[in-house]
């Protein structure tokens, strides 16, 4: 958090959104195709204003990666996760992923010195979370 208010000012005064997407590839998955969608949907992404941070970690041994971005806000990421590029790549995550993914969504609340992550529901997600609290320090 420290890291962005340098760049976007401070932002412990406003709640901020958190896309989170776990996978685990399927053995046969076609890696190319991956690529090309995951490029697709982080160029979409960045074209919004409110996009602050975006991760996308490279796979281990095992096929399990870890892709998040962070927004100024739950309107704006959800506007983008409903993009074109967004919603090619999700349909098409079960081919890729079977049910071996999750999309987690997060308010990331920051204070003083944590964080607070509070977990939302998602139809994508394996389990139906209802709010979660989770506390970080920062």
Do not use: Q
Not at 125 to 135: F, G, L, Q, V
Request: proline share 4%.
């Amino acid at each position: 958090i420290r890291d962005l208010e340098k760049i976007h000012g401070n932002l412990t005064a406003r709640a901020l959104y958190l896309v989170v997407f776990e996978s685990e590839r399927n053995p046969d998955a076609n890696t190319e195709i991956i690529a090309a969608l995951d490029h697709a949907a982080h160029e979409e992404a960045k074209e919004s204003p409110a996009l602050l941070h975006y991760y996308a970690d490279t796979p281990d041994e095992h096929g399990r990666a870890l892709s998040w971005c962070l927004w100024t806000d739950d309107k704006a990421a959800r506007e983008a996760i409903g993009g074109p590029a967004h919603r090619e790549a999700m349909s098409r995550a079960r081919e890729f992923y079977g049910d071996n993914y999750a999309v987690k969504l997060y308010s990331v609340v920051p204070a003083e010195d944590k964080v607070i992550f509070v977990l939302h529901s998602h139809p994508a997600t394996k389990t139906n979370h209802s709010e979660e609290y989770h506390n970080a320090n920062i």
